[in-house]
């Protein structure tokens, strides 16, 4: 079963590309990536854990780019407003941004707290 020790060899680093959204194209691209890395954050969101030391690195990069995403959505949501298809692809990967970063800021809060409960008194 894969865990948490693999989120960097699910999402290296290459793989978090930081598209501008200006064409139909690119916003298929982005939704393709965008569920990718849902993906991969899912399967380890299975259960509280302690995450290894390149993974909190790893998720506070996905948040920066979840952060860059939903900037390009929310600017192209204008600029494809008349194409009612793109727009509800636009919203939908809005959601899942939303709903992304949400699971991975409590990731990283989840294992700083069982990490902490993990340490001997006095190492706190």
């Known amino acids: 079963m ?18 501008e959204v200006n064409t139909v ?3 298929d691209t982005v939704v393709d990536q965008i569920t990718r890395i849902e993906s991969a954050i899912d399967v380890i969101d299975d ?3 302690v995450l290894p030391d390149d993974a909190i690195p790893r998720l506070r ?3 920066s780019w979840i952060q860059y995403c939903r900037t390009q959505f929310e600017e192209a ?4 407003s008349d194409d009612s298809e793109t727009t509800m692809k636009i919203e939908n990967g809005l959601e899942i941004l939303e709903t992304m970063e949400e699971q991975c ?4 809060r989840q294992s700083d707290e069982l990490e902490e409960q993990l340490l001997p008194n006095g190492y706190h």
């Open 2 to 19: 894969p865990t948490a020790l693999g989120i960097s060899n699910m999402v290296p680093s290459e793989d978090i590309p930081y598209y």
């Open 61 to 63: 990069e996905i948040i």
């Open 105 to 108: 800021e409590r990731l990283i």
């Open 47 to 49: 259960e509280p854990r």
């Open 77 to 80: 949501k204008d600029k494809f």
């Open 25 to 27: 194209d690119d916003v």
